[in-house]
Nanobody, 125 residues
Framework: QVQLVESGGGLVQPGSSLRLSCAAS????????IGWFRQAPGKEREGVSC????????YYTDSVQGRFTISRDNAKNTVHLEMNSLKPEDTAVYYC??????????????????WGKGTLVTVSS
């Protein structure tokens, strides 16, 4: 059974850090691009970051560039998102998602093969 299970969300103050994790089971990350989307209340789901090829090259949306870092541990079938200097506008449900390398064109929600159920990140003073 294929599963993506996120963890690490929570309530933090602006300027703080959080580390999200996504554990994959039922398939191997060796063949998949994997990363994160987020959805804030009343907004569309947006791509945040991904690792999009076997060499580990990464993508970040402009609003998180320089603050977020994605990493992958193939041995543990896990991906992490280190989020620093968090801002209130980072508040959202963060979803882990995966798509086969061969099917990946752009990091868009409609193209994903698998989804996690999400973890809530709230940045507020």
């Amino acid at each position: 059974q294929v599963q993506l299970v996120e963890s690490g969300g929570g309530l933090v103050q602006p300027g703080s850090s959080l580390r999200l994790s996504c554990a994959a089971s039922g398939f191997t990350l060796d063949d998949y691009a994997i990363g994160w989307f987020r959805q804030a209340p009343g907004k569309e789901r947006e791509g945040v970051s991904c690792i999009y090829d076997r060499d580990g090259r990464t993508y970040y949306t402009d609003s998180v560039q320089g603050r977020f870092t994605i990493s992958r541990d193939n041995a543990k079938n896990t991906v992490h998102l280190e989020m620093n200097s968090l801002k209130p506008e980072d508040t959202a449900v963060y979803y882990c998602a995966a798509v086969r390398f061969t099917r990946l064109r752009l990091w868009l929600a409609g193209d994903m093969d698998y989804w996690g159920k999400g973890t809530l990140v709230t940045v507020s003073s």
